[in-house]
Every structure is written in structure tokens, then in C-alpha cells.
């Protein structure tokens, strides 16, 4: 998996490269009324319901633009907030903090609605055992933010990216020529590469999940688009041999029930390409 060092990397080029897009050569609404050595202080104003997530990125983005920039943190990441909460003083530079202002609210108010729905997920699936998961279905270019907010919101995440695990799925498995051969393959790839990556493997049907038992060596069988009937049975077939994860088109409204089936995750694309932003402002005091 992605190391805290790799992914502390992937969150500062993120805010490198969205102060070049925001900023470009410079704030000129800000250079245009406002001394260059003005002092304010601003909140962090809610205007919605859910989890709040982004307060540590919002610092990591006021040390960017300007180290002298303070905040008094009032409520921490994964605490729940309601509207006309305020979660953090910032207090400094004027200029600095307006420079800001659209990078922490753009980051905030995405990753608190998916923290806020990774939540209802979690909440959704306790005292089951079974664990909700994200994918790579994330915005191209903020895909550690997301994946962050996930983790805030209680969720785990999956594999970051194509490089730090195997997943052989359909498409992968079809061109291949067979689930058999393309764990072969794998397998003779890693050994031959001396990589230690962890292989899950897609199951479309029952006659698969067998395929993949019979073959032997993954980390997690992927039990893709089934129904409840099929994956209490897929459950039943895996045993102890490896760990059990189901997928497709998973809701809130269906969930539970999967999790009831008896597989140890879920994973659902829905934690990041579906959500609506939390509403939150930045404003003077």
C-alpha cells in the first residue's frame, strides 16, 4: 500500500498545483485594495449538516501560501457539525488568507460530504464486521484528498492506485484467456519483478469463485454483482482461505443486507463520485 511519506507527496502536489491554477501570477482583487501588510481574521463558517473534514488540510494550505498564518482550531476533523458551527479561527496576513480562502473551502466542503457519507456507511454497517472501502473512481488530480476524507468519515481505504496492488478483473481476466492463467501470470510477474503486492481477484459468478479457490495465492476474492443468495454462498465457499470483499452498484439501501451475507468489505465507487458538497464559508470577523 501507498506510504504516509508517498501520500503526504501526492497532498502537497496538490496544493502546489491548485495555488498555480487559482493564484497564477497574481491575486490581483486582493494587491488591488488591500495593504500588503493588513491583518485579519477569518472563520470557518458551516452552513450545512455532517461530518467536518479538511481542518488539517486547511492548515497544510495557510502554511503553503504563508507560514505566518495561525489557526485556532475549535472542532477537529470527524466530528460532526451543524449549520452556524464554526470549526477554525485563522488569523494573519490579509492578503494571505483571501489567497487561500478558495483552496480550503473547494478542499473542505468535497471532502466533508464524503466523510459525511462514508459515515452513514459505516454507521449503517455496525456490529456486521464488515468494512466499507473506497475505489479509484475519484476526481483525476485529488484523488489523496478523497481517499483521506474516506478514512476521516471512518471508511478504509482500498489501493491507492494500479501500482501498489494487484486487482485482476474482468477485463483483465478476458484478455488474458482465464482467471487460471492470469493468477499464473501474476504470480510469475511479481517473482520475476521481486514485488510484494497483495492479489485480489474479480468473481462474476459461483463457477469463478471456484476457479479462483482452485487456483490459490490471492489476498481477497472480489465477489462482483451478485445477488444476496450468491454471495451468502460465495461466503460459504472462500471459508478461511482468503478474505471476501462484495462490490457493484452497493447503496445505503442495500448495504446492510450484503453485510449480512458475511463478507468482510464492501466496496463502494459511490463514497467519491456521488456526493454533494457541504456547504461552508470563510468569513471575515
Known sequence: MITKKEFNKEIDLIIANAIRED????DHSSLACISHDAEGTA??????????????????????VDTGLSMDVKIPDGNPVKYGDVCFYVSGNSQSILKAERLVL??????????TKTNAYVKLLEGTGTRILDTRKT????RALEKWAVKIGGGENHRFALYDMIMLKDNHIDFCG?????IAKTREYLKDQKLNLKIICE?????????????????RI??????????????????????????????????RKYAECGVDYISS????HSVHNMDLSLKAV
Open 222 to 255: 472480489l465477489i462482483d454483482n451478485f445477488n444476496y443468495e450468491d454471495t451468502r454462498k460465495a461466503v460459504e465457499m472462500i471459508g478461511d482461505s482468503c478474505l471476501t470483499e462484495s462490490s457493484g452498484g452497493i447503496t445505503l439501501e442495500t448495504a
Open 178 to 182: 482465464g482467471i487460471e492463467k492470469a
Open 43 to 64: 472563520k470557518l463558517l458551516v452552513k450545512d449538516e455532517g461530518i467536518i473534514a479538511g481542518i488539517d488540510f486547511a492548515r497544510q494550505v495557510f502554511e503553503f
Open 139 to 142: 476526481t483525476p488530480g485529488i
Open 269 to 272: 465507487g459511490a463514497l467519491t
Open 203 to 219: 468473481a462474476r459468478n459461483l463457477d469463478e469463485i471456484q476457479q479462483i479457490l482452485d487456483a490459490g495465492g490471492v489476498y
Open 106 to 115: 473547494n478542499g473542505m466542503q468535497r471532502m466533508s460530504a464524503i466523510a
Open 23 to 26: 493564484v497564477g501570477e497574481g
